[in-house]
């Protein structure tokens, strides 16, 4: 929402000023730069990036657009989905979880919390932890050391959609100046027409280097922003899964565990202990 926002201010912004001073609003409207501009950076995009990471980049742009997926909510439903997991080892012992772990999507405690299940790295990355603390015979230290190789990838690969449109936002305003020195082209075949034909092809070069730098620091850089700091959020996701599941690994008890994993989400989206305590005591009764 606020992407579209953004977009407004800064489209009412720029395109209001030009107005405000008298610009002529028609001669800012050149399909043919566009193409040349946007068909220019379309290509350098397929070129540039592997198929399943161009279906990546589409998929996080329109994410951005619905809104943050992380949410205080989100969060809650985390601590309290780990709560139930936990509560299940401590009363009927750490076997009781394979028939959770196994097949999540059958589990009645997963069933509670449907937008959890649908993020399917994040259902794996707890599934095959919790496989490991079955099992037995590995340290928390050990287990805690996967689970960051595991983040860090996961994490790494966030990154991947922001750093490539970045890249096509730094490439943008060269490709406005490919369009504006095609058009000096055309311009310099009619130098001999009349003042005014020359002066709107002058114009109309002009508009494709306004437009390269628009484009790129007006909503591509931006946009590529926006995504390095959702791949972020995403991130702490998983630091807070690890922090709960570790202290359960240790020993500490459902309620500790938890606290430890409130205690790694960040503040902007952290609950109060009163707001835990609450969930906890109606799951209790």
């Known amino acids: 929402m606020f992407v579209i926002v953004g977009s407004i201010i ?3 912004a720029v395109i209001g000023g030009f107005i405000l001073e008298g610009g002529p609003m028609p001669v800012l409207i050149q399909p043919v730069e566009l193409l040349i501009i946007g068909g220019a950076a379309l290509g350098a995009l397929i070129i540039s990036t592997p198929k399943t990471l161009l279906g990546k980049i589409i998929k996080a742009i329109l994410g951005t657009l619905k809104g943050g997926k992380v949410n205080k909510q989100i969060y809650l439903d985390l601590l309290k989905l ?4 936990f509560q299940v080892t401590r009363k009927d012992g750490l076997i009781a979880l394979e028939s959770h772990i196994e097949h999540p999507d059958k589990s009645k405690i997963f069933a509670n919390y449907p937008k959890i299940l649908k993020e399917h790295h994040l259902i ?9 603390i079955v099992l037995g015979g590995i340290a928390p230290h050990d287990i805690e050391t996967l689970m960051d190789m595991d983040i860090e990838t ?4 966030g990154t991947k959609p922001g750093m490539i449109l970045q890249k096509i936002g730094d490439s943008m305003p060269g490709l406005g100046i490919v369009a ?3 058009g000096i082209v055309i311009t310099m075949q009619a130098i001999n027409g009349p003042p005014e034909e020359i002066g709107h092809k002058v114009a109309v070069a002009l508009v494709g280097t306004f437009l390269g730098i628009f484009l790129s620091y007006g909503f591509i ?6 995504l390095d700091l959702a791949a972020e959020e995403d991130s702490k996701v998983y630091e807070a899964i690890k922090a709960g599941v570790i202290s359960l690994a240790k020993g500490f008890n459902p309620i500790v565990s938890v606290e430890f994993a409130r205690r790694s989400i960040p503040s902007d989206f952290r609950p109060t202990f009163q707001e835990m305590e609450t969930f906890v005591k109606g799951v209790k009764k």
């Not at 780990?82 to 997991?85: F, L, N, Q, T």
């Not at 794996?124 to 490991?132: A, E, G, K, N």
């Open 10 to 12: 800064v489209l009412g």
């Open 82 to 85: 780990m709560y139930e997991i």
């Open 124 to 132: 794996s990355f707890m599934t095959d932890t919790f496989r490991l």
């Open 154 to 157: 996961h994490h790494h690969e």
């Open 180 to 182: 504006a020195v095609l």
């Open 221 to 226: 850089q931006p946009l590529a922003t926006n």
